[in-house]
């Protein structure tokens, strides 16, 4: 049911996907996914205590000082991070190509209008946006992304010189594989075995080169191989690691704006 739609008509492909369960596009939530997905979030913005090794990693490496800094961020979901953020002051743009994610931020976020804006977009949309941002924010969303470069070229666009970029998002590492082939799809992963999400094969090399290509420098990151594993037991076999990655990015100060 998964893939019916995303074949793109070469046999040999066709079985594969069939095979591992790939997908040659990310994964559309419909609304029980995200009303599902909301609940297991605790509305609580303790986000330094999340029991997600990756979310735990995020808070402590947010930026210290957010007073007054507009800043975005991308894929918000229920909008945990937007509110977290605009406790401390920041002015909040979250975005999320979902629109029952953004009705549910919106109503979990009301005491804090005055400082959240919620846009019911996808990150590519923000190439026609004329607002700029000290500092960018995406967790669990860049998995879903498989043109690295064109994100980071629009990210380019909308953080300011010399602000600061955190991703947070699960990385594979295909060098002892055998299938490379497996690098261009979306694989499905077990997180703690309570749900299933896909992450495209962006390794750590596609960020680095992606970033470096657009003006983006790495300043701080954390990186663990983790205990998760594929659904699939067919791809449980092709010696692919799967890894928690934060990475911290500046934009470097350009004459392009």
Known sequence: MLENNFFRGNNQEDELIKKFNLRTSPMEYSDTDSINYSSRINENNDLSKNPDNLIKQTFEMLPNYLSGKHVIDIGCGEGRWGRLMAEKGAIVTGIDSNQKMIE?????????????????LNINDLINTDKQFD???????????????????????????????????????????????LKNYFLPINIKDKYKIYTYGNELSD?????KNNDFELTDSYLSETDNNFTNEELNKQNIKIFDAVLKYKKLITNQK
Do not use: H
């Not at 549910?104 to 019911?120: G, M, T, V």
């Not at 995406?138 to 629009?154: A, E, M, R, V």
């Not at 960020?207 to 970033?211: F, G, I, K, Q, V």
């Open 135 to 181: 500092f960018a924010l995406s967790c669990y969303t860049f998995n879903n992304i498989s043109k690295l470069n064109d994100i980071f070229q629009i990210l380019n666009k909308v953080v300011n010189n010399g602000g600061e970029l955190l991703i947070a998002t699960k990385l594979l590492d295909f060098k002892n594989s055998q299938n490379k082939l």
């Open 207 to 211: 960020y680095e080169e992606s970033a």
């Open 104 to 120: 549910i931020a919106k109503q979990r976020s009301q005491e804090f209008n005055e400082k959240i804006e919620l846009l019911n």
